[in-house]
Structure formats: C-alpha cells, structure tokens
C-alpha cells in the first residue's frame, strides 16, 4: 500500500512534468491508478494555472500578513545555506557506489579518493567532470563546488584509529590515475582526458 | 550582496536520481539581484515592468536565504512580495448569484486560497527550522507547485462541502439528451478555437473549477480527450479511471455541461 510520502513523491513527480498532456496523465493514471483522481485533479489545476498565468488581480487584501510574518520571525532560522550541503555521493552508497564506479569505468579506490576530495580539483579534466554529473544526476558546477570544500576525513577512518582521524594531502588526478591499479583501457582513457585538460 | 556570490544549488532529486534545477532564466535573475544594493533591491522587488520583473521563483530563493545578513526591511518586503504572488496564483472568480444580477466572490473559493496561503506558511516556517526540500520545486516552476497546494486544499475542502451539499441522482436516463449535447459542442468549439477571446476563456476556466469535483474531472478527462467507454480492452477510458459505470459517467457529464451552459450564458447575458 502506498504510504502519504510515496503518494506526495508521486503527485509531486507528476506536478514537475514538463508536459501535461493525454500521455502524460494516462502514463500516470496507468502506473498509479489509485491515485487516478488525485492526478485528474491535479490535471484540472496545472489547466487552471496555464490560464491564469500572467493575469494579476493588483495588490490583494492580506489580513493575516502581520501575524504570519511575526510568526515566521519568531521561527528560529536555520544555518545560512552554503553550497556545503549538498553531499552528491548521498544516494550512492554500497551497490550504489560500485555501480557508479562501473559506469565512470574507473576503479573504486579511485572514486573514493574524489569523493573524499583527496583530488586537486583544478586537476579534474573537464571530459571527465562531465561524465561524472551526468552519471550522478548533478551539474558540474555542482561537482565543483562539492570538491572546492575541505577535504574530509576518509569514511571510516574514525572506527579504526585510537586518535582522531585528520584530512590526508590532496594529489593531482594524473598523479592518482598513474598510481592506481586498474586496466590499461582505463589508463589510457583517463590519462588522454587529462592530456586535453593540460593544454587548454 | 557580497554574501551571495553564485545561485546555490537545489538539494530535492527528480525520480531519475537528477537535481532538482531552476530555469536559466531564473538563475540568471538571481545572479542579476544578487549585485544590488539593498536600495535597488528593494525597488526592483515592487517593479512591475516586464524588463525587470522579478519571476516568483527568485523572490522564494530569497525568502528561503535572507540576503542582507537577514535585514529584516529586505527580508519583509520579499514576504509580502511572495505572499501577493501566492493570492494572485489562487484566483478567485466573480460568479453571478443566483436569481440576482450581481456578482460575488464564491466562499468555496476564498476558503481555498485561505487554505493554500495558509499552508504555504507553514512550509515557509519549517524551512527556515530545517531545509525543506519540498519548496526546491517552487524555485523552479512556482505556478505549478501553487497548483499542487491547491488542488490539495480544493479535495479537502470540496469533500467537506459534498457532506452539506445534496444528493445527486445518477440513475437518471441515460438517453442523450439534445440540450446538453448541443451545449457541449459549442463548449468545445469555443475551449478549442484559436480565436477565442483570452476572457472568455478565463471566464470557461473558471467556470470549470466551480463545479463539483466529480463532475470537474470528467470535463477534464472530456478535455483531454479520454473516451467513456471503449471497446478494446486496452484503451484508458473514464470508466476504467474512475471505476464506475458508463451510465454514471455520462450523467455526470450531462450536469456538468448543463452548468457550464447556464454559467456562461448568464456571463454573456
């Protein structure tokens, strides 16, 4: 049975669609038909909101504009958002990561070292920052920031050592692709990517 | 607003595992705001020109971040700013009163843009406890997410309304009735007519979000094309998605254009 989340997660996805036609809304009403009047009537407002777009009504009356703008102050605010939150390695964890690995066709030990940011980032090729956003579903501007932070302890490390585990020097990635073990189709590749990146 | 140099990245993910991203449009105004004074960005907030107009999704973006180190002046603007987008994106037509030649807001409606505002509020507070990933879709497509909100408030609040509401039969005939018929073709020859007037379809529009919600989603399966029934097995049809029967369904069609016929003709009247 579907939980509120998932039901949520669902209309959301539906909501986010760039096209809300007859295939869109049958492809839904087909995987979720449980949910089929939740997303005809979701169907009717995104119609409603089409229409209505760009139509203003001028100033609206507001009456509770005072106490809801007290109470969102009275709201303590969290920590300013940075960059820094977004853990892009998040949803690949275990399988996940060695599926990852498999898709970029790069050893593990080699993923681990970028995701614990143990890589100048400026060394990064640009071929291969690309392969890796779009592998993770990010931007590579995402990726950059990500890398660009400290590097961080390596996951681990804490349960493994009496004292408290300290961030390791950062290598370049020609220098990490030639020191680790992998096939030479891989070497060969990595190492043409980071060639280009040298002469740009 | 030197606290703020780049647009910073959405956290919530599509179901394919991507980030969430904002239009480049919306970034690049963003970017653009994010150099000016807080003089300048307070007056480009109440601008209404097209050229400096600031799309809904970059006053959320600034909502969520208080720019200015938190400046409350700045800060209250962009809530009062972002509370205006959020009535305007919950309109609330005129409809005639019955029996009378004067028009009213109808209260169904009012308390849906309550309910959404209202709602809208709560999920303002708690992100500002906790990130909430939930409102990472508003910085990207606002008027799509308003209609999230409120098509939950209008399920909520139309189901409270059914229980007052009375019965309506639908064993009656199931015989095509001529009146209703003629009403839905020029409903349809109107909704699907490029030349018709952009009120006239606002007015269709609203017409529509008026009626009951059962009879609303067979016009909007009506619209979008869904046969009542089919013979072949594997065709989407209304009484496979709403699991009733053929009969139901088209006496809920009959009431609905019957309405919209009667709403519209006292609107052209």
Redesign the interface.
């Not at chain 1, 005809?40 to 909101?49: Q, T």
């Not at chain 1, 300013?80 to 960059?83: E, N, S, V």
């Not at chain 1, 993770?136 to 931007?139: E, L, V, W």
């Given at each position: 049975m579907m939980t509120p989340i998932d039901k949520?997660a669902v209309?959301?996805?539906y909501?986010?669609e760039s096209v809300h036609?007859?295939n869109t809304?049958?492809l839904y009403?087909?995987e979720y038909?449980e949910l089929?009047?939740?997303l005809?009537?979701?169907?009717?407002?995104?119609?409603?909101?089409?229409?209505?777009?760009g139509?203003?009504?001028g100033?609206?009356s507001?009456p509770?504009?005072n106490t809801?703008?007290e109470?969102?102050?009275a709201?303590?605010?969290?920590p300013?958002?940075?960059?820094s939150?977004?853990d892009i390695f998040a949803?690949f964890k275990g399988a996940a990561f060695a599926a990852l690995a498999g898709k970029l066709e790069i050893p593990r030990s080699l993923l681990t070292a970028v995701r614990d940011r143990l890589v100048v980032p400026s060394t990064l090729p640009g071929g291969f920052l690309r392969r890796f956003s779009d592998a993770?579903?990010?931007?590579v501007?995402?990726v950059k920031?990500y890398l660009a932070q400290d590097s961080q302890a390596p996951h681990g490390l804490a349960f493994k050592s009496d004292q408290k585990p300290s961030p390791q020097g950062q290598a370049t990635f020609r220098q990490l692709v030639e020191s680790t073990e992998m096939s030479e189709s891989q070497r060969i590749l990595l190492l043409r990517e980071c060639g280009e990146h040298e002469r740009t | 607003m030197a606290n703020l140099p780049i647009a910073v990245p959405l956290r919530k993910r599509e179901k394919d595992g991507r980030l969430y991203a904002r239009p480049p449009e919306v970034e690049a105004v963003i970017l653009d705001l994010s150099h000016l004074t807080k003089e300048e960005f307070i007056k480009r907030l109440k601008a209404e020109d097209s050229d400096d107009y600031v799309p809904s999704e970059c006053l959320i973006y600034f909502v969520r971040r208080a720019p200015f180190e938190s400046d409350s002046e700045v800060l209250f603007a962009l809530f009062t700013a972002i509370r205006q987008r959020v009535l305007n994106a919950v309109p609330v037509p005129l409809h005639y009163i019955s029996g009378e030649f004067k028009k009213a807001e109808n209260c169904v409606d009012l308390d849906i843009r309550d309910a959404v505002l209202d709602k809208f509020q709560e999920m303002l507070c708690q992100d500002r406890q906790e990130y909430l990933e939930r409102l990472d879709f508003f910085e990207c497509r606002f008027n799509a997410a308003i209609a999230r909100l409120r098509g939950t408030a209008r399920r909520d609040i139309c189901n409270d309304a059914a229980h007052l509401a009375p019965l309506a039969h639908d064993n009656e005939t199931s015989e095509p009735n001529p009146k209703v018929e003629k009403a839905l073709s020029c409903f349809m020859d109107s909704f699907e007519s490029p030349k018709t007037d952009f009120l006239y379809r606002s007015k269709i529009h609203a017409a529509i979000s008026s009626l009951p919600l059962e009879e609303r989603r067979v016009v909007e399966l009506f619209l979008e094309d869904i046969p009542i029934d089919s013979q072949e097995t594997d065709t989407m049809t209304m009484v496979k998605i709403l699991s009733c029967c053929e009969k139901t369904v088209r006496n809920r069609r009959d009431r609905a254009f019957a309405k919209l016929a009667e709403i519209l003709n006292e609107e052209v009247a």
């Open positions: 949520e209309l959301d996805a909501a986010a036609d007859h809304l049958e009403v087909r038909p089929a009047e939740e005809i009537d979701l169907a009717s407002e995104l119609r409603l909101s089409a229409a209505f777009a139509e203003q009504e100033i609206i507001d509770k504009l809801s703008w109470k969102f102050l709201t303590a605010p969290k300013a958002a940075t960059t939150a977004v949803p993770t579903g990010t931007t501007d995402v920031s | -």
